[in-house]
């Protein structure tokens, strides 16, 4: 039996703090052979997440919000900003019209921009999964850790940030 406790999720919490990139994954299936992948994912408000899709093995992906509040955002094959979603947990969402999560049909572009620090997902995905074809990076959008990095996170935070002033009006 797994436990996920407070403590658990302070620790993912404290090693997303201390992490390069802002976030930090805490796997809970057993292998990449499982048929159901399952995973806590913690992610600060100041890490990018490169847009991306799941095309090379196209497989549906949940994301609900365990603690926080995030932006999905979707997007054309241009890079246009196509539909941005709102979700977060239980604190968030007893406040304001928003989801606690989605899941995502395969081969959409997409990012997810935590919205507060210490925020934590838990994402499902059908298995086995194959490190060498999980995403599909976006080319028009800027390399995490490059240059233009943060100042798009910057953009793609604001305009749900926008979106969120105007449902909590």
Same mark, same amino acid.
């Given at each position: 039996?797994? *436990?996920?406790?407070?403590?658990? &999720? @302070?620790?993912?919490? #404290?090693?997303?703090?201390?992490?390069?990139? $802002?976030?930090?994954?805490?796997?809970? /299936?057993? +292998?990449?052979? %499982?048929? &159901?992948?399952?995973?806590?994912?913690?992610?600060?408000?100041?890490?990018?997440?490169?847009? /991306?899709?799941? #095309?090379? %093995?196209?497989?549906?992906? &949940?994301?609900?919000?365990?603690?926080g509040l995030f932006g999905f955002i979707g997007f054309t094959n241009k890079?246009?900003?196509?539909?941005?979603? $709102?979700?977060?947990?239980?604190?968030?969402? @007893?406040?304001?019209?928003?989801?606690?999560?989605?899941?995502?049909?395969?081969? *959409?572009?997409?990012? *997810?921009? #935590?919205? *507060?620090?210490?925020?934590?997902?838990? @994402?499902?995905?059908?298995?086995?999964?194959?490190?060498? $074809?999980?995403?599909?990076?976006?080319?028009?959008?800027?390399e995490e850790g490059g240059k233009d990095a943060q100042d798009y996170l910057?953009?793609?935070?604001?305009? &749900? $940030? %926008?979106?969120? +002033?105007?449902?909590?009006?």
């Amino acid at each position: 039996m797994k *436990v996920f406790s407070n403590q658990y &999720c @302070e620790d993912l919490l #404290s090693s997303a703090a201390q992490s390069q990139r $802002l976030r930090a994954h805490a796997n809970i /299936h057993d +292998s990449h052979d %499982d048929h &159901c992948q399952r995973l806590f994912n913690a992610i600060n408000a100041n890490s990018y997440i490169r847009p /991306h899709r799941h #095309s090379l %093995d196209p497989k549906a992906e &949940c994301l609900i919000a365990i603690k926080g509040l995030f932006g999905f955002i979707g997007f054309t094959n241009k890079g246009d900003i196509e539909s941005i979603i $709102l979700f977060g947990s239980e604190k968030y969402a @007893e406040k304001l019209p928003i989801a606690s999560g989605l899941e995502l049909p395969a081969g *959409v572009w997409h990012t *997810v921009v #935590s919205l *507060v620090d210490q925020s934590i997902l838990f @994402e499902l995905k059908a298995g086995p999964f194959d490190p060498n $074809l999980a995403k599909e990076y976006a080319p028009w959008a800027p390399e995490e850790g490059g240059k233009d990095a943060q100042d798009y996170l910057i953009t793609l935070r604001q305009r &749900c $940030l %926008d979106q969120l +002033s105007t449902i909590s009006k």
